[in-house]
């Protein structure tokens, strides 16, 4: 398009009109020619028709910066004139006699092939205009039709990208159902209340005693560090890899929050991180061993940034504290073993100090080791220790200090062993109270009872029964009250070690053994276990029954009246008394006992007692129902029964029991009603009183009192 419009500027400014001006001469003289506008008003156009086109505008832009650039090369580099018969034809007669002599038949026949020219020249530049008028028509109908294909295509494109879209959401959608199918990655965490957490505990102690022990004992006497090099690479390197492991161990070790275990990692390291202990295991892990290709490998004290460790040994002592079935003598090793340890530093330090000193420079100071038999590594390291026991311990008889170092270090160690004396005989006397509690508590209750006895002159044959009896339960170890020692467990807890105690027990009650596990549960609550000497009567023929039996261990003999005859004796696990406490209606005996029960030897026996199971089965009224059951068939199958009696209905006793309660509750209701109409009656009285009171007031007032509380009240409204 710039190319057309550059040629048509270029032609009409080359080829004027043969009728032309003077006027038009000058202007095309002067730069203003008329067809140098008649190509820029045709370049404004072709402008014009394609401003709709925006992808061409860059096109547009170089084209006009390039018809300017033309323009400006041409007035400032005007072309030179060249002698032919077109300029002369143009000039006019004046110019023709300046330029030339030419004669005028000449100059007529050169007007007139001049003229054929232009004709011949005006048809072409027509012709070529229309054809490019053609040629736009053509482009735009092109460029037309490229942006219908260009929309058509946009909106393919949107098309496909919205399938697109909808393909990689389903995807998504996939992949995330895919994900809330598939369980998440269980990761290992250490649970602090398991035992593996106990059993890494006492693995992580070994290397932390070790250091504690040897690191110093290896710093201070080089003999033992030179001989046995190889050993030492070996322990402290695998001490090094277990701590290692141990940083690793408690970034996984769960915590409690809202008592459910924590087990997502990055909230373990979190919490790792906030704790204390963190710093000390950055600090033990640090490679202070580096520091050996400098200054040698005999060199342990740069190790002594492992003892940050310690506090995993002091959690596994209070761990196995706490797991030992001998807590008291585990408290009471344990002391001995601190003291041990701070001897064991003590005495190091006392060599280290006789080393900087020089050995055998005073009395004081480690005897020189130069002499054979103080030169034994064995006899250094056990002359330290016994001087290092005698001066913690207060005993004395140790050298006396010279210099003001060895003196400052005796007065620390005399400190020191006073705390420590103190210490145990504060710790040894409260373990040796507490392994004696529980017998001087038993040993309290029997002095009581003698004296008792004893005040109320019980024969002697009385008391020497009471105190075997103390005798026995000392020693089958059955003196602590079941309820005093589990009432500080929740009823949970209870339950279960009751039903893990006692429930195959009550189990083997024939009518209890088709019943509610919760009434199981509720009365294994109830047991309440009872011991019998030799010879003790358990219940006599004739007495009311209160409680059932069941026998947990000892023997029992069913006698006679005269006490010596046996008919039936009961070992473990047999029960009796259970017909008794259900009240059976009908029973020829009643609530009597139809047998005499003594204990051969010692018997430990299980006691429910009747207003126990009756308040348990007030929840249970089914089983109420059941368990009667049972005993009318265990009655009538032993012919105990009245059955006319049993199917007579209520028991009219009980129909008088039931009317007496009525009435009593009738009573009661009588009180409280009476109660209430009398604060009735007073609150009438007093609103009475209030009421006659407000109209006397009311009377008294003056209408001159009201005219001036209406003013007021104007007033404050104004």
Request: include cysteine.
């Amino acid at each position: 398009m710039a190319k057309v419009c550059s040629e048509n500027s270029f032609s009409a400014r080359q080829r004027p009109s043969a009728n032309a001006s003077h006027d038009e001469l000058a202007a095309m003289e002067s730069g203003d020619s008329r067809a140098h506008s008649l190509g820029e008003d045709g370049c404004e156009r072709a402008l014009s028709s394609r401003t709709h086109r925006g992808a061409r505008a860059v096109a547009r832009l170089s084209y006009l910066f390039l018809m300017l650039r033309n323009w400006v090369s041409h007035r400032m580099n005007p072309v030179e004139e060249r002698n032919d018969s077109f300029l002369e034809r143009i000039r006019g007669p004046t110019l023709k006699h300046e330029t030339s002599g030419e004669t005028d038949s000449q100059g007529m026949w050169r007007d007139g092939t001049q003229r054929k020219r232009n004709k011949k020249e005006d048809k072409k530049d027509e012709i070529k205009k229309d054809e490019k008028k053609e040629e736009e028509k053509k482009e735009e109908k092109d460029g037309d039709k490229k942006t219908e294909e260009n929309k058509d295509e946009k909106k393919d494109e949107k098309k496909d990208e919205k399938k697109d879209e909808k393909k990689e959401e389903k995807k998504d959608d996939k992949k995330d159902e895919k994900k809330k199918e598939e369980p998440p990655k269980e990761i290992w965490i250490m649970d602090p209340a398991a035992d593996q957490y106990y059993r890494w505990l006492s693995v992580i102690a070994g290397p932390v005693f070790y250091n504690l022990i040897m690191i110093v004992t290896r710093a201070t006497f080089n003999e033992l560090q030179n001989s046995y090099t190889k050993l030492w690479i070996f322990l402290d390197y695998t001490s090094d890899i277990i701590y290692y492991m141990d940083t690793f161990v408690r970034s996984r070790t769960g915590y409690l929050d809202q008592g459910l275990l924590v087990k997502d990692a990055k909230k373990l390291r979190a919490k790792y991180r906030t704790t204390s202990q963190f710093k000390y295991d950055m600090i033990s892990m640090i490679p202070t061993d580096l520091l050996f290709l400098q200054f040698g490998f005999n060199n342990p004290e740069f190790r002594f940034n492992r003892l940050c460790k310690i506090q995993r040994l002091f959690e596994f002592f209070e761990r196995t504290e706490t797991r030992t079935s001998f807590p008291n003598m585990f408290r009471i090793s344990n002391l001995v073993l601190y003291i041990l340890i701070i001897i064991h530093w003590n005495a190091c330090v006392f060599f280290s100090i006789s080393k900087s000193i020089g050995f055998g420079t005073d009395t004081w100071v480690y005897p020189n080791i130069s002499h054979p038999e103080h030169g034994r590594l064995a006899r250094k390291y056990i002359y330290s220790l016994y001087w290092s026991t005698l001066t913690l311990t207060t005993i004395g008889e140790t050298p006396a200090p010279v210099r003001d170092v060895e003196f400052l270090f005796v007065i620390g160690d005399f400190l020191t062993g006073v705390l420590i004396f103190a210490s145990i005989v504060g710790n040894v006397g409260a373990m040796i109270s507490n392994m004696n509690a529980s017998r001087a508590e038993f040993q309290a209750k029997i002095d009581s009872i003698k004296q008792y006895m004893q005040f109320r002159k019980v024969t002697k044959d009385l008391e020497a029964r009471v105190i075997k009896w103390f005798d026995y339960l000392w020693t089958e170890k059955k003196t602590c009250d079941e309820k005093e020692v589990l009432k500080t467990l929740p009823d949970k807890l209870k339950a279960e070690i009751a039903i893990n105690v006692h429930l195959d027990t009550l189990k083997k009650v024939r009518i209890f053994q088709d019943c509610e596990a919760g009434l199981l549960i509720e009365l294994v609550l109830k047991l309440q276990p009872q011991v019998f000497s030799p010879g003790d009567y358990i219940c006599k023929k004739g007495d009311i029954g209160r409680e059932m039996y069941i026998i947990k261990e000892g023997k029992l003999a069913v006698v006679a009246d005269d006490g010596v005859t046996q008919f039936v004796v009961l070992s473990d696990g047999a029960y009796f008394g259970e017909i008794s406490i259900l009240g059976i209606k009908g029973s020829k005996a009643g609530n009597r006992r139809t047998a005499n029960i003594r204990s051969v030897g010692y018997s430990d026996l299980f006691a429910l007692s009747k207003d126990d199971l009756m308040e348990a089965l007030t929840e249970y009224p089914d089983a109420k129902k059941a368990l009667e059951e049972k005993g009318k068939a265990i009655l009538m199958k032993d012919n105990l029964i009245d059955e006319a009696v049993a199917n007579a209905g209520a028991d009219p006793k009980d129909l008088d029991e039931k009317i007496v309660k009525l009435q009593g509750n009738l009573d009661i209701m009588q009180t409280r009603f009476a109660q209430l109409m009398a604060e009735f009656t007073s609150t009438q009285a007093r609103l009475k009183q209030r009421v006659t009171q407000m109209e006397e007031k009311v009377k008294s007032i003056k209408p001159e009192d009201l005219s001036e509380v209406v003013a007021d009240k104007d007033k404050k409204v104004q």
